[in-house]
């Protein structure tokens, strides 16, 4: 079975602050993604990584994805109270047909 | 591009009667579709996988004449949840994937149900 662990499951922080989320597994994956989603919405793709050691940017968020596919990182820099949601980490489970998914973190930026 | 509609967004119904939920691909077309349920500030709970022209697949302890799927057509999956009751009272998610290569899930924007 391919499990996600993702910490912390809960983070607060002041505004302009910098944080780091981490996506953890022992089972190596072809890609995986990284979604946040806002209270009573659908999760929204944020980014995939697919190469081992692979760097995305987006704005003020850099993903990481590990160099064995095996683990992933999200660290936001100078955090904003638009940044608030619950992030999840996900990865395809290609034997079973479905994706695995961590069990969030959800993120608090104060003003 | 790869939206996924979902329907209706709120609904409060009855103890004892059932709801309906859609979940449309509207732009290209999904022979799988993904049901979710999920509880506050938690991750999603995986109910059943909808497969396009045959039975779903339903995760371990999910009740499969509670909670009837069906995926008629390429671009449709609607969730029923039959006798509705306070504890089925939940967030419930879609989500469906072009199924390119390393194409990521897209979700609906999901379905706050309350029962009464």
């Known amino acids: 079975t391919q499990l996600l662990e993702q910490s912390p499951q809960f983070l607060s922080i002041q505004e302009g602050e910098n944080l780091t989320v981490y996506c953890n597994s022992s089972s190596v994956f072809s890609s995986l993604q990284w979604y946040r989603q806002e209270p009573g919405e659908g999760p929204v793709l944020l980014v995939t990584v697919v190469t081992g050691g692979e760097v995305k940017k987006l704005k003020r968020l850099t993903f990481q994805f590990g160099d064995a596919r095996k683990d992933s990182s999200l660290h936001i820099t100078a955090a904003q109270p638009g940044d608030t949601g619950l992030y999840l980490c996900?990865?395809?489970?290609?034997?079973?047909?479905?994706?695995?998914f961590g069990d969030g973190t959800t993120l608090t930026v104060k003003p | 591009g790869a939206v996924v509609s979902q329907h209706p967004s709120r609904v409060i119904c009855k103890s004892g009667t059932s709801v309906k939920i859609e979940c449309r691909s509207l732009d290209f077309q999904a022979t799988t579709m993904f049901w979710y349920r999920q509880f506050p500030k938690q991750s999603l709970m995986l109910m059943a996988t909808s497969n396009e022209g045959s039975k779903a697949t339903y995760e371990q302890g999910v009740e499969k004449d509670k909670f009837l799927i069906n995926h008629a057509s390429l671009t449709l999956s609607t969730l029923t949840v039959t006798s509705a009751h306070p504890e089925d009272s939940s967030f419930y998610i879609c989500s469906a994937s072009p199924r390119t290569a390393y194409s990521p899930l897209h979700f609906g924007n999901g379905t706050r149900l309350t029962v009464t």
């Open positions: 996900a990865g395809p489970n290609t034997n079973a047909g479905k994706s695995t």
